[in-house]
């Protein structure tokens, strides 16, 4: 019997190549674990229509969690079985105060991101993610107002230098209901206080009855630290900062050497 019976792993920079690609050992390494009895799942900040395609690549039947966590699906049924969101009139407060500090802003509504204007960034996004986007061509703010979205998330996109100076101002405002951190060095991103990676991973895991020392989490950014403090074990891939890798008891190759197919080959599939 396998003494790790769950692996969440990030997906961006933890799964996938730089490239964003799967490489054929990370799928075999999947496949061998999956077929030795243990679970596998993604659990990422990205959209869930932009986490789907890499979970059919794995042949994935299990749960993915998106948005950090802030939804999961049963990839089995499509069923969405845990779902929260940020209050309208929050949401609101929120992306006016980005936009009053002229700061790019983008939210989510069912398959898509929504933002004022496509710019560089929206490009961007939307390839790294595999989703579409909707300009609304109003602030984005009266959008939400007008339309009485309650996303997941919010997330901003900046240039680097600009984002630890804004991610610490952010977090004085509205740090006491949200949780804000970052996942890329030029991306901050904004979810329910209540929300993380590591609910998501506990809520999985309780599904299956499977315990806390059961479960090893693989990631590389501050918004994989809660499920990486959560887990049994806690691995970072190397090209995680210096910072994350404090938090973790071991630290894997990097996204480009097949650092998550080095965690299930070392850990994953010992036998209790």
């Not at 950014?221 to 074990?233: C, P, R, V, W």
Request: proline share 4%; glycine share 6%.
């Amino acid at each position: 019997m396998l003494r790790y019976k769950l692996i969440c792993s990030d997906l961006d920079d933890t799964l996938i190549t730089s490239g964003a690609e799967l490489t054929e050992r990370t799928k075999d390494a999947v496949r061998r674990y999956k077929e030795a009895g243990g679970r596998f799942c993604i659990v990422t900040g990205r959209m869930t229509p932009g986490a789907i395609p890499v979970c059919k690549e794995l042949g994935l039947d299990t749960e993915t969690a998106t948005y950090q966590g802030a939804v999961v699906t049963d990839l089995s049924t499509g069923e969405v079985i845990f779902k929260t969101v940020i209050d309208n009139s929050k949401a609101v407060k929120i992306i006016r105060y980005i936009e009053s500090r002229g700061f790019y802003c983008q939210t989510y509504s069912g398959d898509e991101f929504w933002t004022r204007k496509a710019e560089p960034h929206t490009v961007l996004y939307g390839k790294l993610s595999s989703a579409r986007y909707r300009e609304t061509g109003i602030p984005l703010s009266e959008a939400v107002e007008k339309e009485r979205l309650e996303p997941p998330k919010i997330l901003i996109m900046a240039e680097p230098e600009k984002v630890p100076a804004f991610e610490k101002e952010l977090i004085e405002k509205f740090g006491d209901d949200f949780l804000i951190n970052t996942s890329k060095p030029f991306i901050i991103e904004i979810i329910p206080k209540d929300i993380s990676k590591a609910k998501a991973v506990e809520s999985i895991a309780k599904r299956h009855g499977i315990k806390r020392e059961e479960i090893i989490c693989v990631g590389d950014s501050e918004n994989d630290l809660t499920m990486l403090t959560y887990a049994g074990l806690g691995v970072a891939v190397s090209n995680a900062s210096d910072y994350v890798k404090s938090f973790v008891k071991a630290v894997a190759p990097d996204n480009n050497s097949d650092g998550v197919a080095w965690v299930i080959d070392n850990y994953g599939l010992r036998e209790e």
